[in-house]
C-alpha cells in the first residue's frame, strides 16, 4: 500500500469511528453492540491494506524511484548562415549570402556513421544557392533573391541521404563598391552606344554627300533641283557652283563642258580684286538654302574643307572652317575621336 493509500484509509476508519460513537449515543446501543462495532473498525483497515497490496501496480518500480527527474532538451534543428560569398554570372562579383538554415534527419542504419546534420544541411543550402547564383548577373540582385527564396523553400535530401534540408529569410546583397563599380560600367556603356550611332549617323550623312550627292555635277544638278522643288530656272543658274562644289568634293578639276558656267575664275579674283574664295562660298550656301541653324550647313561646310585639305588648298580649308566654323581648331579637325573605354 502506497502513503497516500494509506493517509485514505486513516481518514476513513476515523470519521467512521465518529459516526458509530454517535449513532451508538443516539440509539444507546448495549455493550456487546459497541465491541462489535470497534472490532469492524479494526477489521475495516487491515481488510483494505491486504487486498491493495494484491494489486498490481500499474506503473514500474523503476519509474516511480524519482518522479522529478529533468525532461531531456529537444534538439535545435536550425541556423542562421550569414554574410558567405556567392559566385556570380561576371568574375569578381560575388553575392554575399545569409539564410535561415532549417533541418530534419533522415532514418539511418543502425552501423550508419554520426554525422552533424546542422553541416551536412548548411552545405546543402549553399551548393543548391552556388548552382542558381553562378548563372546570374551581380546587376540583378534583388530579383535573384526572390529567386533563392522560391528555390530552397523546399526540403531536400543533402547527397548524403542523413538529412532533408531547406532556407527561409534568405538576404542577398553586393558590396557597396562593387555596386557603384557596376553603375559606372553601365553608364559608361550607354554612353559610348550613344557616341558610336552619332557616328555612324555621321558616316552615312557624309557618304550620302561624298558618294551620292556631289558624285559628279549631274548628281548635284538632281540633287539641287529636288531641294528647289523643280525650280529649273533656279537650278541652271546654279550649275557653274554645283560643278565646282562636286569637283572640290571629289579633289578634281571642274570638268571642261561646265568651266564656263563657273563664277569668278580664281585667275581673275587674284587680278581684278574680286571676293575672296569664303565670300564665294558663302554665297553658294545661300543660294542652296543652308540656314546657320541648319544641322547639315556645318557638315556641309566640314566636307568642303576636307574635300580643300586634300586637294593642297589649305588656305582656303583654313579661311572656310575659321569664318563658318571659328570654334573649331583646324590643327586638331583630323584627331580621333575620343576613346569611351576604361583607361
Not at 279 to 286: H, I, K, P, Q
Request: aromatic share 6%; with cysteine.
Amino acid at each position: 500500500m502506497s502513503s497516500g493509500h494509506k493517509t485514505v484509509t486513516f481518514f476513513l476508519t476515523v470519521i467512521c469511528a465518529l459516526l458509530l460513537v454517535i449513532l451508538g449515543k443516539c440509539l444507546g446501543w448495549p455493550l456487546w453492540a459497541w465491541l462489535a462495532a470497534a472490532a469492524s473498525l479494526v477489521a475495516a483497515p487491515a481488510a483494505v491494506a491486504l487486498i491493495s497490496s494484491r494489486r498490481k501496480n500499474p506503473l514500474p518500480r523503476e519509474l516511480t524511484l524519482e518522479p522529478d527527474l529533468p525532461i531531456p532538451p529537444l534538439e535545435r534543428r536550425e541556423q542562421r548562415v550569414t554574410r558567405v560569398a556567392l559566385p556570380s554570372d561576371t568574375p569578381d562579383y560575388d553575392f554575399i549570402f545569409s539564410a535561415t538554415v532549417r533541418w530534419y534527419p533522415i532514418d539511418a542504419p543502425s552501423d550508419a556513421p554520426l554525422v552533424s546534420p546542422g553541416a551536412l544541411a548548411t552545405d546543402a543550402v549553399l551548393a543548391r544557392a552556388r548552382t542558381i547564383s553562378a548563372q546570374r548577373s551581380p546587376g540583378r540582385c534583388t530579383l535573384v533573391q526572390h529567386e533563392l527564396n522560391g528555390e530552397l523553400g523546399t526540403m531536400l535530401p543533402d547527397p548524403s541521404g542523413r538529412v532533408y534540408a531547406m532556407a527561409e529569410s534568405v538576404d542577398l546583397t553586393l558590396p557597396d563598391q562593387d555596386r557603384e563599380r557596376l553603375a559606372k560600367l553601365s553608364g559608361v556603356r550607354k554612353d559610348e552606344a550613344v557616341w558610336e550611332h552619332e557616328r555612324r549617323y555621321e558616316q552615312n550623312k557624309r557618304s550620302y554627300l561624298g558618294d551620292d550627292v556631289l558624285k559628279d555635277t549631274g548628281s548635284a544638278v538632281v540633287w539641287w533641283l529636288s531641294r528647289n522643288n523643280d525650280r529649273i530656272d533656279t537650278t541652271v543658274k546654279d550649275i557653274g557652283l554645283l560643278a565646282q562644289l562636286s569637283s572640290a568634293a571629289n579633289n578634281q578639276d571642274v570638268p571642261e563642258p561646265f568651266r564656263h558656267l563657273v563664277p569668278w575664275p580664281e585667275e581673275e579674283q587674284e587680278d581684278d580684286g574680286e571676293p575672296s574664295a569664303t565670300d564665294l562660298f558663302d554665297r553658294m550656301l545661300v543660294m542652296m538654302g543652308f540656314t546657320e541653324d541648319d544641322p547639315e550647313r556645318a557638315l556641309f561646310v566640314d566636307r568642303v574643307a576636307d574635300a580643300s585639305e586634300k586637294a593642297a588648298r589649305h588656305e582656303t580649308a583654313r579661311a572656310i572652317r575659321q569664318r563658318f566654323d571659328p570654334q573649331e581648331d583646324p590643327g586638331t579637325h583630323d584627331e580621333p575621336p575620343p576613346s569611351f573605354g576604361p583607361s
